[in-house]
């Protein structure tokens, strides 16, 4: 199961804790009716502690992502790797057709007309890296290729009509 | 209850919002063809294909912003001094806009995407006059929303004793000193009047800085654009317009749920300072647009992601939660407006939820363009705002209307618009989580058989509106004769 089904997963078991909230509380007008002030004191209460448990929850989740940004340090950046050029045009990515497994490759993702993406999709067809391809500008993606097989590198960002038809296929180890 | 009486700004409000209305149910089509196409059921080569979506993307964020912008308007008048004039010349700018818009993508086949990423718009297939048209078009549509913002925000102003008093500052900060003073103390529906003035400006004066540039580079093609600088400018002003129609339309909730639920809702100290919040953040956390940008400053990344996040606590602590306290055991009728209304909450928070996990920079790797993304923001749009507005449309009916609709078109209503709406958009989350990159004319499997399936649920959907027009239709001829006054809302001194 590739990453983003993992985050399908999740995102359906927090919309349908959030819909069955809404649905209890739908509910809730066919009990019998209480007056506003009634519900007022015990409602900001429960609100005090949504409002808590939000933020501490939100910062810690801010906190652990953290580690596993997707950009270079500048301890990574010295670290032996094999750097290899990615341009981008429209519609064709130049870049070499054949990529060693295991070992470090740092990507240097620019473009010579408009804005493109390099997205990375490994045998099974998941979306594992991606990286900005712009004018003017070199974006370096750090990637270690841990499997081998056939591998495809497709555009991410509309840049024309052709945008869907932008791929590149290559190929990672010995295969 | 007796609220207003005034003609002058329900024909505004209907103006705008019937324009919206209708352009977004234009625009519904539009998007069914664009899917049905990548079903492979419909037709349309990659430059028919693109233009559509520009066209789609382009006119559905104007008919969302004159929706919210009518709402807001009509509830603001009520309560402070706002122009009819000033409100008809922003509406002319808005509509010549996106003729120009219509005319650039439908007849000159301009496909640059209504986020036109500099420097696409002049690296297309396209006639180089459709370039133009569209930039001056969108200029166009920007100089009608910033005259809409300036009025409000002055309004706001003027109403409330300037800024600090429009922010309820002394009513947070030094209460006796304000209850001492006798000012009068901002209605919820006033925070969004506020924020949508000046977050809107500030929006639409980068629109206006990249629309300039854009349409001098236009003219001449020795102008050298930064593409990072128009992507921060694109980003900044496209996700604060997007943002604002949703913030907009939160003061209809504000005003529409206690009528619905018969009960009253205040400003409080929670509500004022959510709001000071949701201006602060809606303006930075655009910078999730840019992730994949490794050349962005790396803070600007930290605060995007840490901002994305927060932008969640006043939604859903101030603004949700006090909905739904409203309707707690309030024996609330299920009419169709109160049924739209609380649907369209529950697509706030089901969108947010999916735009939080986008937020995540280790998650947007696997996520960033792909159907994902149009995933979270179908589900605020059509799922969050365009139910708030048609649930507004339905309680003004319903206020109005001596006629009530039946038990079995409720239902009718509201199994083919959210069942539809549900397949509809889990289409796009499910190929967003299998990789399918979004802006394909044609995908790679499995998204063409997602499309099908969404194209199905989108097709209910539609009809689910449509019927939901019937209805509305038929509430509008039940009007008692020489009956002028609207009965929705709170009560306002004459």
Not at chain 2, 259 to 284: D, F, P
Not at chain 2, 354 to 360: K, Y
């Given at each position: 199961m590739g990453v983003a089904v993992k985050l399908l997963v999740m995102f359906l078991v927090l919309a349908s804790a959030a819909i069955a909230i809404f649905l209890v509380v739908a509910y809730s007008t066919h009990l019998p009716v209480r007056e506003?002030?009634?519900?007022?004191?015990?409602?900001?209460?429960?609100?005090?502690?949504?409002?808590?448990?939000?933020v501490l929850f939100l910062i810690a989740s801010f906190a652990a992502s953290i580690p596993f940004y997707p950009y270079m340090s500048a301890t990574a950046a010295l670290a032996p790797a094999r750097k290899v050029p990615v341009i981008a045009e429209q519609y064709a990515f130049i870049m070499p057709s054949r990529l060693p497994v295991g070992k470090a490759i740092i990507f240097e993702v620019t473009s010579r007309d408009v804005n493109h993406d390099f997205g990375i999709y490994n045998p099974q067809g998941n979306l594992i890296a991606q990286v900005q391809a712009m004018p003017d500008y070199t974006n370096y993606l750090r990637l270690i290729f841990h499997e081998p097989g056939q591998y495809t590198a497709r555009c991410l960002e509309y840049c024309g009509i052709g945008h869907a038809i932008m791929a590149k296929t290559f190929t990672v180890g010995d295969k | 209850m007796v609220l207003t009486s005034d003609n002058t700004s329900r024909r505004v409000m209907t103006l705008y919002m019937g324009t919206g209305l209708a352009l977004t149910a234009l625009m519904m089509f539009a998007g069914l063809m664009l899917r049905a196409s990548q079903a492979g059921w419909m037709p349309m080569s990659p430059g028919q294909f693109y233009a559509v979506l520009t066209l789609h993307g382009a006119v559905v964020i104007v008919a969302l912003m004159l929706c919210g912008m009518g709402g807001l308007w009509f509830l603001m008048r009520r309560l402070t001094s706002l122009s009819a004039g000033t409100a008809l010349i922003a509406y002319a700018c808005?509509?010549?806009?996106?003729?120009?818009?219509?005319?650039?993508?439908?007849?000159?086949?301009?496909?640059?995407?209504?986020?036109?990423?500099?420097?696409?718009?002049?690296?297309?297939?396209?006639?180089?006059?459709?370039?133009?048209?569209?930039?001056?078009?969108?200029?166009?549509?920007?100089i009608g929303w910033m005259a809409w913002c300036m009025q409000m925000l002055g309004a706001v102003l003027r109403a409330y004793g300037g800024a600090l008093g429009a922010l309820a500052w002394d009513f947070v900060w030094h209460r006796k000193v304000f209850d001492a003073s006798g000012r009068p103390l901002p209605p919820p529906e006033a925070f969004p009047a506020l924020m949508a003035g000046f977050d809107g400006m500030l929006?639409?004066?980068?629109?206006?800085?990249l629309g300039v540039a854009l349409i001098v580079r236009w003219i001449d093609a020795r102008v050298l654009i930064n593409p990072l600088w128009a992507k921060n400018l694109t980003y900044f002003f496209a996700h604060t317009y997007a943002n604002l129609i949703i913030y907009m339309l939160a003061a209809l909730?504000?005003?529409?749920?206690?009528?619905?639920?018969?009960?009253?809702?205040?400003?409080?100290?929670?509500?004022?300072?959510?709001?000071?919040?949701?201006?602060?953040?809606?303006?930075?956390?655009?910078?999730?647009?840019?992730y994949m940008d490794f050349v962005q400053p790396g803070p600007f990344q930290y605060l995007g992601e840490l901002s994305s996040y927060l932008s969640a606590v006043p939604v859903t602590v101030v603004t949700i939660f006090s909905a739904l306290m409203l309707v707690w055991r309030s024996g609330m009728k299920w009419t169709l407006g109160a049924i739209f209304m609380y649907a369209g909450l529950i697509g706030?928070?089901?969108?947010?939820?999916?735009?939080?996990?986008?937020?995540?920079?280790p998650f947007n790797t696997h996520l960033h363009n792909t159907l994902w993304v149009p995933a979270h923001f179908h589900t605020y749009l059509v799922g969050g705002c365009v139910l708030f507005a048609v649930g507004w449309v339905f309680l003004c009916l319903e206020s109005r209307s001596i006629r009530r609709t039946g038990t079995l078109m409720r239902w009718a209503v509201g199994l083919l618009t959210f069942?539809?709406?549900?397949?509809?958009?889990?289409?796009?989350?499910?190929?967003?989580?299998?990789?399918?990159?979004?802006?394909?004319?044609?995908?790679?499997?499995?998204g063409p058989e997602l499309a099908k399936i969404a194209s199905i649920g989108a097709t209910v959907m539609i009809i689910g509106f449509a019927l939901a027009f019937a209805e509305g239709v038929r509430l509008r001829f039940g009007y008692p004769d020489g009956e002028a006054t609207m009965r929705i809302g709170q009560e306002v001194e004459a």
């Open positions: 506003q002030h009634d519900i007022q004191q015990r409602g900001y209460a429960i609100r005090g502690r949504w409002f808590l448990s939000l | 808005i509509a010549a806009g996106a003729a120009a818009v219509i005319a650039a993508t439908l007849f000159g086949g301009f496909a640059g995407l209504y986020t036109f990423l500099a420097p696409l718009p002049f690296h297309g297939s396209w006639p180089y006059w459709s370039t133009g048209a569209f930039l001056i078009g969108m200029t166009l549509i920007t929006a639409g004066m980068s629109a206006m800085l909730i504000y005003v529409g749920m206690p009528y619905a639920t018969g009960r009253k809702y205040h400003t409080s100290t929670a509500l004022v300072v959510g709001w000071w919040c949701s201006m602060l953040l809606t303006l930075t956390n655009y910078f999730h647009h840019l706030w928070v089901v969108g947010g939820i999916g735009a939080e996990i986008d937020a995540t920079v069942g539809g709406m549900v397949v509809f958009l889990m289409g796009f989350y499910c190929a967003g989580a299998y990789g399918v990159p979004r802006r394909y004319a044609i995908e790679s499997p499995p």
